[in-house]
Structure formats: C-alpha cells, structure tokens
C-alpha cells in the first residue's frame, strides 16, 4: 500500500523539511530536494509506521472486544430470582 498525501499535507511537509534544515543543519534544502526527501521516507519509512499504527489499533480493539461480554452481559433466567427475592424480603 502506497502512502501519499494529499497537496496540501504534502506542501506543509515539505516545508516543515525546509525549516528543519534551515534551523538544524548547516545547509539549506531546497522545495525539489525536500520533496525528494519526503517521497524517499514516504517509501521507505513510511509502511513501518503505519504498519505499527495498525498493530496498536489491533490490540486496542482487541482489548475493547474482549472486554464486551462484560459491559454488555445479561444475567440469564432472572425472573424466578427476582420473584423469590421479593418473596423473601416481605417475611
């Protein structure tokens, strides 16, 4: 699965790029060259975080499913319990 981004997402990237360079490094990168920059670690580096992303999802969903039967369980065959129970608390 490729990862692109959108024009406008793709054009703060790429400035954020510029301006790390201007403020960390001691040459600057021009619009072409951080462009390059960005679809190089787009490629590159990219699927490893989504593919972590997805993995942290997983669990996360994993944990919600398997906490479900909890939040959403129903005591079963609860009339007669109910009925004793007022049975009991009127002696």
Same mark, same amino acid.
């Given at each position: ?45 990219? *699927? ?29 065959? *609860? ?13």
């Amino acid at each position: 699965m490729t990862i692109e981004l959108d024009k406008d997402a793709r054009q703060e990237a790429i400035a954020s790029v510029e301006r790390y360079f201007r403020e960390n490094m001691e040459e600057r990168i021009g619009n072409v060259a951080a462009g390059g920059l960005l679809k190089f670690f787009l490629e590159e580096v990219g *699927p490893l975080i989504h593919n972590r992303a997805v993995a942290d999802v997983q669990k996360r969903m994993q944990a919600r499913v398997s906490e479900l039967d909890i939040e959403v369980h129903e005591d079963e065959f *609860p009339y007669w319990r109910k009925l004793d129970r007022k049975q009991h608390d009127r002696k």
